[in-house]
């Protein structure tokens, strides 16, 4: 995902008012002035207000993004308060409702610590120099001569102390701070901390509220049947059965389908199967995968656009050359968080009220408004708890659905997705073939190294049909190798698909590192090298990238003998301004394939919990598995084949390898974590696979047999 604009550190601190007895902290908005006039008293003033402290000593810390598994509703709120000097045990994390003062509060592309890092971090600091200030003038002393702890300003001349309660009115009133100066990371107090996650205990106790937990008074239930091909319409309906069912409250027609209203979700959904309707296919009602592949397939043959380029791919080979080709292909995956698709809707006179589980909340109020032709000041959206996303709730269709509901019946409702709603109409990630060719020297050199991508391009398919190739997204995850080959080529072709397609956790780069690192294995074993020393001679001696690969290897006891049978594979990938390397050792006996361990290094900058960073690795590489390893959604007449974890398989416990984790202590400028550990995954898998057994492995999900 794109950064968002940054601001400077004088820009962003404008800031400050007075209200109710509490101090609040904001964050800079482009192109508008906090001050109507030179020489105005600091107000409050909007977006992004997430630091409230009350005259009480409370200090509220506003989490703004959404929390869907990977603790940044613990790593943000650790920001501000490293800065701003409280102890961690006593604050109060809040969550936002979705709002544009908030900024960008589109919770994916591994953003949330990147773009927040020092924002949140200036917040914190500019509250405590305010503290310590009020503090100095009510002793009559030099705020040098104070000094912020858990809470409290004390005086180092004589320990005196006041807590930060007692100075929010004062500290109100002070001119604003400019160019803060934020801790030298060697002073960090939780930073690099293994801090607890905030959400655990609730969660735990069985007291945490997913979307799917909320209930509101006077709230009905909802259930939607969808046309089983993509771009099909119901044409007619009856519903004179669905009707007999007691505990009906409606039935209406809306955008995607039929609605079905009733007192609880399990009437809702009977009655929804009660539903008679004749459907319009459409026009993609004879498509099938096999379809979709010839697609890739015919494009395969071109050229592709440019992305990248130096030297002659198509150069004459030299004496000795070496020269391999190979095809690559994945397919469409479904996202299949745990928790289905919901959304509480509440729609009356002219206003929406959402409780929904979404990691783009503000696209759920833009949505929702345009659905009901409403203002989006009209549309409120409550962010609560999800079980996972992976990128699928950033597209807000059941969002819309309820509100459509709602608007119809008149009550609020609670729309619910089963588990086969959720595999059959998701936003799939697209499926790509990959064509490779390269070749090595007679003394085992790289010489030429060519990647051609075709794939349906997101970007282009739902928001710009009219991209320039230039811009084409399809090539993330190719592009901008540290690989030191003479002559390289990267370039793309992208092709339609009538199956919806969106953000997968790590996009991409979920796809082509896998073509990418599964080819440069197999240029290694062409030059009669080494794999790990092949891709460390071609990496520059200053890369971080390099150094990671360097201790993976270390790590893993890369090169140390491993019984027949067993093999090690392994892969290194950028992505999200951080650096990964990979190592996987598996077992293969007959059609039989055991992952038994993984070797993980990351260098994300600075880690702001180290917890939350392995997590985050671990729960990678087993989401990457279960793509690599069963993850297919096919195609037949137009629609989903498969329908619940039956069919679309995810990784059991006893499957699950172990995962060491090692991180690289640095203080580089923070880097993304969450979706990091997908790229190298699959291609350290195959690799170690055709060690162990001599097969390469180039389409996913993998077949031995």
């Known amino acids: 995902m794109k950064s968002l604009l940054k601001p400077n550190r004088r820009e962003f601190i404008k800031v400050v008012g007075l209200s109710g007895g509490g101090l609040f902290l904001a964050s800079y908005v ?12 600091p107000k409050i003033f909007s977006p992004s207000v997430y630091l409230r402290i009350n005259s009480d000593g409370v200090v509220t810390i506003i989490f703004h993004r959404s929390e869907l598994g990977q603790g940044v509703k613990t790593a943000l709120p650790m920001l501000v308060a490293e800065e701003l000097e409280v102890d961690w045990e006593k604050i109060v994390i809040e969550q936002s409702d979705a709002d544009t003062k908030y900024g960008n509060q589109t919770t994916g592309g591994s953003t949330s610590i990147r773009l927040n890092y020092e924002p949140l971090r200036i917040a914190g600091a500019t509250a405590r120099v305010m503290l310590i200030s009020s503090a100095a003038s009510k002793w009559n002393v030099s705020p040098e ?29 002070l001119p604003i ?91 809702a959904f009977t009655g929804r199967d009660a539903l008679e309707i004749e459907w319009d296919y459409g026009k993609y009602a004879n498509i099938n995968s096999e379809d979709i592949h010839n697609e890739l397939l015919k494009h395969s043959k071109e050229d592709g656009y440019q992305f990248e380029g130096k030297g002659d791919v ?91 509901i709602s608007k119809a019946n ?22 790509s073939m990959n064509v490779l060719k390269g070749s090595v020297s007679k003394d085992g050199k790289p010489l030429k190294f060519s990647h051609h991508v075709i794939a349906p391009s997101i970007t282009q398919m739902r928001f710009a049909p009219n991209l320039p190739p230039a811009q084409y997204d399809i090539k993330e995850g190719a592009v901008g190798l540290q690989y030191q080959i003479p002559n390289l080529r990267i370039s793309g072709t992208t ?16 796809q082509n590192p896998f073509a990418s690192e599964c080819f440069i294995d197999e240029l290694a074993y062409t030059a009669n090298k080494d794999p790990y020393e092949f ?63 993984y070797v993980v290094v990351v260098d994300c900058g600075i880690v702001v919990n180290p917890d939350i960073m392995e997590a985050q690795m671990q729960g990678a590489i087993a989401f990457a598995l279960s793509g690599a390893l069963k993850g ?37 400028k923070v880097g993304g974590i969450g979706e990091v550990g997908m790229a190298a995954c699959p291609p350290a898998l195959c690799n170690a696979i055709f060690a162990a057994t001599g097969k390469r492995i180039r389409r996913l999900p993998i077949r031995l047999s």
């Not at 482009?30 to 008293?41: C, L, S, T, W």
């Not at 999800?386 to 597209?395: A, D, K, L």
């Not at 609670?414 to 959720?422: A, F, I, P, Q, S």
């Not at 049978?565 to 990979?582: D, L, P, T």
């Open 177 to 267: 701070p400019k160019n803060v100066k934020l801790k030298d990371p060697k002073d960090f107090k939780l930073i690099g901390k293994r801090i607890h996650r905030v959400d655990t205990p609730d969660k735990i106790h069985g007291i945490a509220k997913f979307g799917i937990d909320i209930v509101i008074p006077g709230m009905y239930y909802a259930a939607v049947s969808r046309c089983p091909t993509f771009g099909g319409k119901v044409k007619s309906f009856d519903a004179t059965k669905t009707k007999s069912i007691p505990g009906i409250k409606g039935v209406y027609r809306i955008s995607s389908g039929v609605a079905v209203v009733a007192d609880s979700t399990y009437r």
């Open 535 to 597: 891709r460390r001679d071609m990496l520059p001696d200053d890369s971080r990238l390099k150094n990671v690969l360097i201790v993976a290897a270390e790590k893993s006891g890369w090169g140390t003998p491993l019984p027949k049978g067993r093999g090690r594979g392994i892969a290194i990938a950028e992505c999200y301004e951080s650096y990964n390397a990979q190592v996987a050792e598996v077992t293969v006996e007959g059609n039989k394939l055991k992952v038994d361990r």
């Open 632 to 668: 297919e959604i096919t195609i037949k007449n137009g629609g989903v084949e498969q329908s619940n974890f039956d069919d679309y398989e995810i990784l059991t416990y006893n499957e699950m390898p172990k995962v060491e984790v090692h991180y690289i202590k640095n203080f580089y």
């Open 145 to 173: 001569n104070c000094y912020a702890e858990n809470g409290f300003v004390i005086n180092k001349l004589n320990n005196e102390k006041f807590g930060y309660g007692d100075l929010v009115e004062d500290a109100s009133k």
């Open 314 to 404: 198509n150069k004459n080979p030299e004496e000795g050359e070496q020269a391999i080709e190979g095809i690559y292909e994945v397919p469409f995956l479904s996202h299949s968080p745990m928790e289905p698709m919901n959304c509480v809707a509440k729609v009356e006179n002219g206003k929406a009220e959402l409780w929904v589980p979404s990691q783009s909340p503000q696209d759920a109020r833009t949505q929702v408004a345009n659905a009901l032709n409403v203002n989006e000041k009209n549309v409120t959206a409550h962010i609560t708890l999800m079980g996972g996303g992976f990128g699928r709730r950033h597209v807000n269709d059941y969002a819309v659905e309820a509100a459509e």
């Open 410 to 431: 008149g009550n609020p409702v609670k729309l619910t997705w089963t588990r086969e709603e959720n595999t059959k109409f998701g936003w799939y990630r697209p499926p």
């Open 495 to 510: 092709i339609s698909t009538h199956v919806p397609i969106s953000w997968y956790r790590s996009v991409y780069n979920s």
């Open 30 to 41: 482009p192109f508008q002035n906090v001050f109507a006039n030179p020489g105005d008293e």
